[in-house]
């Protein structure tokens, strides 16, 4: 089975409550269906690996794409979209490399979006509406911003897709915008 937007949705919050780790997967989400129609693909799949690539994220950080699995086993969830969620963390917590398209932007796009968010909370609107491709990439070469954001692993997300990065952060920038009210980074009326 693979779970369309509601299932996946309940499933996130089943095993996520705080609203940071929430607007994450929406973020995500959003740039993972942005990407979809990009590269003509399906923009629900790609939209539910996305919203549920760390469901096991905030009660099992240390077993972070291993106890996924398992849990979406549970839910009768397809070995094929398991397979795409487990690849975004090769390197770091799984041995999953990414192959598909989807599996190589989602690899890419998880930390770049929390980068690009972080980018957003220090600007004056609090908004990813006015935030220039000029701004992230002054953020992403400064190393104590937003350190937590694994910058080699963008790179090597842009190196395996094949595409600049300067592409790759415009676009994602682009995708959060279409969110940016529901992650809570749209511009304050």
């Not at 590269?39 to 994220?57: F, K, R």
């Not at 487990?86 to 041995?95: A, C, F, K, M, P």
Request: net charge negative.
């Amino acid at each position: 089975m693979i779970p369309n937007r509601e299932e996946a949705l309940a499933l996130l919050k089943t095993y996520t409550h705080t609203e940071e780790l929430i607007n994450h997967a929406l973020s995500v989400e959003g740039v993972m269906r942005h990407f979809a129609r990009l590269y003509g693909q399906d923009e629900e799949l790609w939209g539910a690996v996305g919203l549920l690539h760390d469901l096991d994220y905030e009660q099992w950080p240390d077993e972070h794409c291993q106890k996924c699995v398992e849990l979406m086993h549970g839910a009768g969830i397809d070995e094929s979209f398991i397979r795409a969620v487990v690849s975004h963390g090769y390197g770091l917590v799984s041995d999953t490399a990414p192959e598909s398209d989807l599996e190589k932007v989602l690899y890419t796009i998880d930390e770049l979006t929390g980068l690009i968010t972080a980018c957003a909370l220090v600007r004056p609107s609090h908004s990813v509406m006015d935030l220039e491709l000029k701004s992230l990439k002054k953020k992403f070469k400064s190393k104590a911003f937003a350190a937590g954001c694994d910058r080699k692993v963008i790179l090597r997300g842009c190196e395996m897709l094949g595409k600049e990065p300067d592409w790759v952060m415009a676009e994602a920038i682009a995708g959060m915008r279409e969110i940016a009210d529901t992650i809570g980074l749209g511009m304050a009326q």
